[in-house]
């Protein structure tokens, strides 16, 4: 029996001015698989996530997350996503324990349950040993953990992964890959972009791919391959975004 859609777009759009930076893009996400969106820069992976997040309204058309409109129901919808971004967003100036109870706060999760979850997070991403330390003070890859760590303290259906691995050293970014499985298989959907197409190929069971603001296609990666004659999903990343002939053109330069 297959997966119920979590997440539904339809026709979703947004101009500034006469530019379409994402244009009439439709696709859909399962419960509980991982979902990557990928795409050149200036694609509109940031842009679509704004939208869906509601950090922007679109210009036409909208999407669904549980059910909920984008639109209509956005407070709702905040209340059961989680959103970790390239950028953090908690306070370099306290601890890592009293920004997880501040952002706790902010979703309302009553005291109780708060400090119940905060110390199941603390032990799940092994932050017990830092949780008295400054944000500040932490390494890139111990606060991209407790960023995660902090979408999670309302206990999201959805969290919202942008370049979660970007500028970590190789043991960060593998034992954040591996906490991206811990939470598949905990149930939690997935919708992650990253510029490491490799890491996509490793994690997601389907991916998108945008160019220019439009879906080219969506499959899963081993489908990709198979469709494009590919060893990697790099190689058929390239080849359905059509940068092939760009990176032949570097290249011959280069020589």
Do not use: W
């Not at 005291?111 to 944000?135: N, T």
């Amino acid at each position: 029996m297959d997966k119920e859609n979590i997440i539904i777009v339809s026709n979703l759009t947004k101009r500034y001015k006469d530019i379409s930076v994402v244009n009439c893009i439709n696709f859909d996400v399962k419960r509980g698989e991982i979902f990557g969106f990928l795409g050149p820069n200036g694609a509109g992976k940031t842009t679509t996530i704004k939208m869906l997040t509601g950090l922007i309204q679109p210009t036409k058309g909208t999407a669904t997350i549980t059910g909920k409109d984008i639109r209509t129901q956005i407070i709702e919808i905040k209340k059961i996503v989680g959103v970790v971004t390239e950028d953090s967003n908690l306070y370099d100036d306290i601890s890592v324990l009293d920004n997880l109870r501040f952002v706790g706060q902010l979703y309302g999760v009553p005291k109780v349950e708060r400090e119940k979850r905060i110390g199941e997070l603390l032990k799940r991403f092994d932050l017990e040993p830092k949780q008295d330390a400054k944000f500040a003070t932490l390494s890139k890859g111990m606060k991209r953990k407790v960023t995660i760590a902090a979408a999670f303290i309302h206990s999201p259906q959805v969290i919202f992964l942008d370049e979660p691995t970007t500028g970590l050293d190789v043991l960060s970014a593998r034992i954040l890959r591996a906490m991206i499985k811990e939470l598949k298989a905990l149930g939690v959907t997935i919708f992650l972009t990253t510029h490491y197409i490799e890491e996509a190929e490793q994690l997601c069971d389907r991916v998108v791919i945008l160019v220019k603001g439009i879906v080219k296609i969506v499959d899963t990666p081993r489908n990709l391959m198979a469709m494009t004659n590919s060893k990697k999903l790099e190689e058929a990343f390239i080849e359905i975004t059509g940068l092939k002939e760009e990176i032949m053109l570097v290249e011959k330069e280069g020589k």
